[in-house]
C-alpha cells in the first residue's frame, strides 16, 4: 500500500510563502487523485487542492483560490502544495492523501474518500 511523507513545514513571516511536499512510494496505480487536507485544532479536516496524477487537472476549495498551488513531479513522485499570502494565526497541519479507488470528481477534496494518509507537517501560520 502506498506510503506518503509531508515536510516543509516551518516558520516564515507574515505574507510570505511556503512550499510544501508529499513524497508518496509504494503505489502501483498509474492515474489516481493526490490531495492535500488541512486541519487546524479545534476543526475538522477539510480537502484544499486535489492533483489527477494521470490528466494533471487539478480542483481547489473555493477558500484557498488564487492563493494555494497543487503541482507534481512525477519523476520523483513527488506532490507539492505552493503557499502564498500566508497570515499570522490558526495554524494548521497539512496532510497529503491517496484513495484506494478514484473518487467521483465532487467528492475529491472530501476527507472520507481517502484511505492512505501522510503523518502530516505543521504550518504555524493561516493560508
Known amino acids: 500500500e502506498p506510503e506518503l511523507v509531508e515536510s516543509g513545514g516551518e516558520s516564515v513571516q507574515a505574507g510570505g510563502s511556503l512550499r510544501l511536499s508529499c513524497r508518496v512510494s509504494?503505489?502501483?496505480?498509474?492515474?489516481?487523485?493526490m490531495t492535500w487536507f488541512r486541519q487546524a485544532p479545534g476543526n475538522e479536516r477539510e480537502g484544499v487542492a486535489a492533483l489527477h496524477t494521470g490528466t494533471g487537472a487539478t480542483t481547489y476549495a473555493d477558500s484557498v483560490k488564487g492563493r494555494l498551488t497543487i503541482s507534481q513531479d512525477d519523476a520523483k513522485n513527488t506532490l507539492y502544495l505552493q503557499m502564498t499570502s500566508l497570515k499570522p494565526g490558526n495554524p494548521g497541519r497539512y496532510y497529503c492523501?491517496?484513495?484506494?479507488?478514484?473518487?467521483?470528481?465532487?467528492?475529491?477534496?472530501?476527507?472520507?474518500?481517502?484511505?492512505?494518509w501522510g503523518q502530516g507537517t505543521q504550518v504555524p501560520f493561516s493560508s
Open positions: 492523501a491517496v484513495p484506494s479507488v478514484v473518487p467521483h470528481l465532487d467528492t475529491v477534496l472530501r476527507p472520507a474518500k481517502y484511505a492512505y
Open positions: 509504494g503505489t502501483t496505480q498509474r492515474r489516481y487523485y
